[in-house]
């Protein structure tokens, strides 16, 4: 079982950087793949970026290819999203999510392979 707080959101202008967390309580962490997924209203839930169990492989969505950064600290249990050059267009709720993973490198970039999801903090980009 693992339970993901996510931390780190909120207002920024355009241009900006914002540093989300995501807390991870339970003893699968280092073990499961990473993934974080956002929804901005009236749009459905896309991905943004995973790391494997081990932080050697990442995969990026093309839209924050450059510009965000994906890392995660496993003895601390707690994966991270360094966004920069943010634009009005990033705005959603900012979702992590979990998927234990028996190999290092796996990883995954569709939602529905993810078990467990945190509540989603807010970032909102102003132009």
């Known amino acids: 079982q693992v339970q993901l707080v996510e931390s780190g959101g909120g207002l920024v202008e355009t241009g900006g950087s914002l540093r989300l967390s995501c807390a991870a309580t339970g003893r699968t962490f280092g073990t499961s793949a990473m993934g974080w997924f956002r929804q901005a209203p009236g749009k459905e839930r896309e991905f943004v970026t995973a790391i494997s169990r081990s932080g050697n492989n990442v995969a990026y969505a093309d839209a924050v290819k450059g510009r965000f950064t994906i890392s995660r600290d496993n003895a601390k249990n707690t994966v991270f999203l360094q966004m920069n050059s943010l634009k009005s267009e990033d705005t959603a709720v900012y979702s992590c999510?979990?998927?234990?993973?028996?190999?290092?490198?796996?990883?995954?970039?569709?939602?529905?392979?993810?078990?467990?999801w945190g509540q989603g903090t807010q970032v909102t980009v102003s132009s």
């Open positions: 999510a979990a998927r234990p993973a028996t190999l290092e490198s796996s990883l995954w970039i569709e939602d529905r392979h993810y078990t467990y």
